[in-house]
């Protein structure tokens, strides 16, 4: 079975289990967990940033981001298929008691132009507008890469504007090799940023908040209060701090495997690429492709797929996503392509 699901099915390598077994803990709640605190300022200062704060997961990162920058009754300006607005339950409403404003986008990417028409007057009568959100890479658009230009734009905008900018990074180690930019450099527009470990990196468990001491400090308060205070977490630290070192620029793999599986779907009769770019079907390591209503629908197509070996997930009544990581061989995904022929001839 080869599964393309996503990139959080990924599993530790010996070496990594060696890493979490041999970790110095201590109590990450109470004072300080020495792999905690070291893993903390590893990625703080591969980010560029005063300091980070590491929690469960991404939508933990996210949410405490919301709660750090908003204040109830506040709203914030998001891309309309974004992880925050779209695969965190409403969290910032329930939680936070903070108002989304969606915008369509074009490939993930909202423009300055959009926000500065859909940011709320300053009167009595409207949320006030606090935030602004950005994914990189944009998981619902196909692990398409921010417009850099148009975010050195926004930022700039926001500055002046007094409104806070964050950032879902839960992909940007892949936004890092796929535009060889560093990590600080795609940091440094924004006053928080959220990266993950389980994604692309391999861990099995964990996200970080990067942003300056103050905000950091106040980002532990709220950790505490959405149940995201963690006892002997070195464990789980040390697991990412060995992907930093050993998974990080292997994912231009991840990058050129998605690359030639996307290259020959394009060329399969019934499967079409989700709007791609001009000059290349896929930024990263995850390939969207379309199903031809002839062919049934994507989740029925996604079925065959799975029965014939292949798993994966329909990403909608049209559309399937295949997501490329570290267990994905070359000779798997060239397997894949394989597969996919012979379920087309089937159906």
């Given amino acids: 079975m080869i599964d393309l699901r996503s990139d959080t099915v990924t599993v530790p390598c010996s070496g990594m289990r060696q890493a979490m077994m041999t970790a110095i803990v201590g109590d990450d709640v109470i004072d300080i967990d020495p792999t905690v605190q070291q893993l903390q300022e590893r990625i703080a200062e591969l980010l560029g940033k005063e300091a980070a704060i590491f929690m469960p997961s991404g939508t933990m990162t996210n949410q405490v981001a919301v709660r750090l920058h908003c204040q109830r009754g506040d709203e914030f300006l998001c891309e309309y298929g974004c992880h925050i607005f779209t695969y965190e339950q409403a969290a910032f409403a329930s939680m936070s008691g903070v108002a989304a404003h969606p915008l369509v986008g074009s490939r993930g990417n909202v423009t300055l132009n959009q926000l500065v028409a859909a940011r709320r007057p300053d009167n009595e009568h409207a949320a006030r507008t606090t935030l602004v959100c950005l994914e990189h890479t944009h998981n619902r658009a196909g692990g398409k890469l921010l417009d850099w230009a148009e975010v050195l734009k926004i ?12 950032l879902d990074g839960a992909r940007l180690f892949n936004a890092a090799v796929a535009t060889q930019k560093s990590l600080a450099e795609l940091a440094e527009p924004f006053d928080t940023v ?4 389980s994604k692309g990196l391999g861990a099995p468990v964990g996200s970080a908040l990067v942003g300056s001491r103050e905000s950091i400090a106040q980002a532990r308060r709220h950790r505490k209060a959405f149940g995201g205070g963690m006892r002997q ?9 060995y992907a930093l070192e050993h998974n990080f620029e292997r994912l231009a793999d ?3 495997n998605a690359t030639w599986l996307a290259e020959a779907i394009q060329n399969m009769p019934g ?7 001009p000059n290349r079907l896929v930024d990263t390591n995850i390939v969207l492709f379309s199903v031809a209503p002839e062919l049934g629908t994507a989740p029925e197509f996604a079925a065959k797929l799975n029965d014939a070996g292949v798993r994966c997930f329909p990403f909608s009544a049209t559309s399937i996503r295949f997501v490329t990581h570290l267990h994905i061989t070359r000779d798997d995904v060239a397997s894949v392509a394989k597969t996919l022929g012979s379920v087309l001839k089937t159906v």
């Fill in 155 to 166: 930022a700039s905008w926001c500055r002046a504007n007094s409104l806070r900018l964050h």
């Fill in 194 to 197: 959220s990266v993950c470990f």
């Fill in 254 to 256: 991840d990058h050129a």
């Fill in 233 to 241: 977490s070195g464990i789980l630290a040390a697991a990412a701090l």
């Fill in 271 to 277: 499967l079409q690429i989700v709007d791609p770019e």
